[in-house]
Structures are given as C-alpha cells and as structure tokens.
C-alpha cells in the first residue's frame, strides 16, 4: 500500500557569494582580504505520504489516515486533507478517522506544510473492498474537481467512471443551472470508461445543487448528490441508486 508522492515545486538553494583574496592588493603591499567561505541554507520541500488502516475498507467502516510525512531540514508543523476529490483541504492533526459511504475507488489528498511554510501534497486511491452481487461492477465513480470561491464554486471537471451500457444522468436544480439534466450512456467496454459531463464545467453559485445517478438494467447503481453553499465547502453526498435506478438509498453493507 502506497501513495503517488507530488512536490509543489523543486528544492530552492540560496548562496551568499564569496569574496576571494585580491591579487591587485597583494602586489600593492596591502594585507590580503580574509577570504569567505560560499555559506549556503537549503530549503528543502517537504516529503508527504500517508497510509490507511485497512487497506481494503467496507462500506461505513472506520477508516484511519495517517501521516508518515519527513523532512530533513524543517519540522513539520501542518496538515490538511481533501476527502471530497474537490480539491478544497482541511486543516487537522497528523491522524484522522472518516467512513466511505459507497463501494467506490476513492481519491484522498494530504497536504503538509513545514516550518518555512513550504508545502507538498501527496495523492492516494482508497480502493474498496469488492460490492457483493447486485451492484454495478466495477461500481461507478463520480470526480468533481473544482475551486472554491466565497460566492460560489468554479467545477473544472465533472465525469464518472462507469462500466459499458451503464446510464449516466445529471440533473441541475435552482436558479443558475447551465442546463437542467443531460444523459449519457458509457460505451460498450470490458470495463469502466470516463464519461465526462463539460456543460456543468462552469461556475456555479450558491443554492445550485446537481444529482447524478448511474444505473444499469437491475443492479444497485451510485448517487452523488453535490449542493453549493456559500463561504463553505460545497456539500458532497455519495450514496446507491436503487435498482429501478431513481431513489437513493443506504448502500448494503459488503
């Protein structure tokens, strides 16, 4: 179990030049200028990484991340995470707990800051244990990217990752909304493939909610339910579709 380290930029070094013996004052008889030494202070971005107990987590199960994050020059004195895949962190300690509602892959970030106030973030997917028979395998994932602004949220990317002939609708509710609904069907595929939704890849004011639900013939499908609120975090709901593919409902337990 790993996670894919990321450096928010390359180690920078800072030389003070050094100033060497004068041979002209030499020559002239004057005493010879001490000579500096070239000092150097290196400011080393920090190395972050994370692990998760258990590794293969079940729906609702208690799920503890903590950090195994080094650096060599500076403590560590930050740490914010991004369970919600929307790119926005929140502070708190080295060690947390959460639950995953869905039997999903699901993308979490930590991002540390040292004491020089340089920062790296790393990336790692949770990966679920195995849905039991009746739900959509490989279940669907939802990714909504964006950037979060005090008067409402600017989506960079909305898609889903669903197996072949699944359904995929998005529907839109308040005032705002740049369509009301669009569905889409994922191309046939031995697995899943990334269907992306770039209508609703604009900003979105406060209020404006969007549902999406995969389904597929009788199975147990996915349900995202996305509100944005104002100066706060959008609100995230992942839950399962019910067969008939319309009410969202507690996923069972695997």
């Not at 560590?76 to 929140?90: P, S, V």
């Not at 502070?91 to 020089?116: C, D």
């Not at 072949?164 to 889409?184: D, K, L, M, N, Y």
Request: one cysteine or more; charged letters at 20%; aromatic letters at 8%.
């Amino acid at each position: 179990m790993g996670c894919r380290r990321s450096l928010t930029s390359r180690a920078t070094v800072i030389a003070l030049a050094a100033i060497a013996t004068s041979p002209a004052g030499i020559a002239s008889g004057e005493a010879p200028r001490a000579r500096v030494d070239a000092l150097y202070k290196l400011s080393a971005y920090p190395l972050a990484s994370f692990l998760w107990f258990p590794a293969t987590p079940h729906t609702g199960e208690l799920v503890y991340l903590a950090s195994t994050s080094t650096d060599a020059t500076s403590p560590i004195t930050g740490f914010a995470w991004d369970l919600t895949d929307l790119g926005a962190f929140q502070t708190g300690p080295s060690i947390i707990s959460t639950t995953f509602t869905t039997p999903a892959k699901h993308l979490v970030r930590l991002r540390v800051t040292n004491g020089e106030r340089l920062s790296s973030v790393a990336t790692a997917t949770i990966q679920m244990s195995t849905p039991p028979p009746g739900f959509i395998v490989p279940f669907p994932v939802v990714r909504i990217v964006g950037t979060v602004f005090a008067n409402g949220v600017k989506i960079r990317r909305l898609a889903v990752e669903a197996p072949g002939e699944a359904r995929i609708t998005v529907t839109c509710r308040r005032r705002g909304c740049p369509v009301r609904a669009a569905s889409r069907r994922a191309p046939p595929a031995a697995g899943a493939t990334w269907v992306r939704f770039r209508r609703f890849e604009r900003f979105l004011r406060p209020g404006l909610t969007l549902e999406v639900r995969v389904s597929r013939r009788t199975d147990i499908g996915a349900y995202t339910r996305f509100v944005v609120r104002r100066r706060r975090l959008p609100l995230r709901v992942d839950s399962c579709l019910d067969p008939a593919g319309i009410n969202p409902i507690v996923c069972p337990s695997s």
